[in-house]
């Protein structure tokens, strides 16, 4: 990890329009979550619910897509990434150091209102609430890893991201039953249903798959973006 790389990236995520949509979003989680439990009065079951399809399904890829693609599609589109790749810095470091970066806002954006918007369903009951913030952990550093090399791949990472987002992992991940062993969220979800004991919380994969799948999809995202970035010459073409 490069200190003055992270501190660039901190800056340029932080320090624009994209903060209010971090932090617009973990609010609303959190809002809708005290909603619902107002009406249900703490059941399990719909909390578990809500938390599937709104915190892993609809929040956390939108996040993951915020965080991911800002630490350096911006930079490529606005030409300040020949910058960076001027100095003598390994471009493969550039990209570890970006994904670090991405994974630490959503862990404190994405993973931990997740475990208060869980807590305030149910408090610490069956363990929903951690199965539900691990589980955002383990799907953010996928979505980090991937939608920050759809930045680096594509000059459209955001319409391709929502695109990902809304139709495979919205609709065919969550349909067609094959699909699911190739979606993220289903992945996520596996890794909460393992650490929570909740009987309303299922996956219909492994554990040990989820968590290679998650493992082979964040290293070979990263690594495919510090790649990629070796091609670039410094007048930011390919």
């Known amino acids: 990890m490069n200190a003055v790389i992270a501190g660039i990236s901190y800056r340029a995520l932080l320090g624009r329009r994209r903060i209010w949509l971090l932090v617009l979003l973990p609010v609303v989680l959190i809002g809708l979550a005290v909603l619902v439990r107002m009406i249900s009065g703490g059941s399990e079951r719909i909390a578990v619910d809500f938390m599937q399809k709104f915190a892993l399904g609809t929040i956390l890829p939108l ?13 490529i589109d ?7 790749l001027s100095k003598p810095i390994s471009r493969p470091v550039v990209a570890q150091t970006k994904f670090l970066v991405a994974s630490s806002v ?8 997740t475990l208060v918007a869980a807590y305030l369903l149910v408090g610490f009951e069956s363990g929903i609430a951690y199965g ?14 991937l939608f920050m090399l759809l930045g680096v791949l594509t000059r459209h990472a955001v319409t391709v991201g929502i695109a990902y987002a809304l139709i495979w992992e919205g609709v065919v991940g969550n349909f067609v039953p094959g699909a699911r062993r190739y979606s993220i969220q289903q992945w996520a979800q596996t890794v909460a249903d ?9 996956s219909d994969l492994t554990i040990g798959f989820a968590a290679t799948a998650l493992l082979l999809v964040t290293a070979g995202a990263v690594l495919w973006a510090g790649q990629r970035l070796r091609t670039f010459s410094l007048t930011g073409d390919e």
């Open 78 to 84: 606005d030409g300040t990434i020949v910058h960076l």
């Open 106 to 113: 959503l862990a404190l954006f994405a993973a931990v209102p």
């Open 63 to 75: 996040l993951g897509l915020i965080a991911g693609t800002g630490v350096i599609a911006p930079e």
């Open 132 to 145: 539900f913030a691990v589980g955002a952990l383990a799907g953010g550093l996928a979505y980090a890893a």
């Open 194 to 202: 393992q650490v929570s004991s909740s009987s309303f919380l299922s």
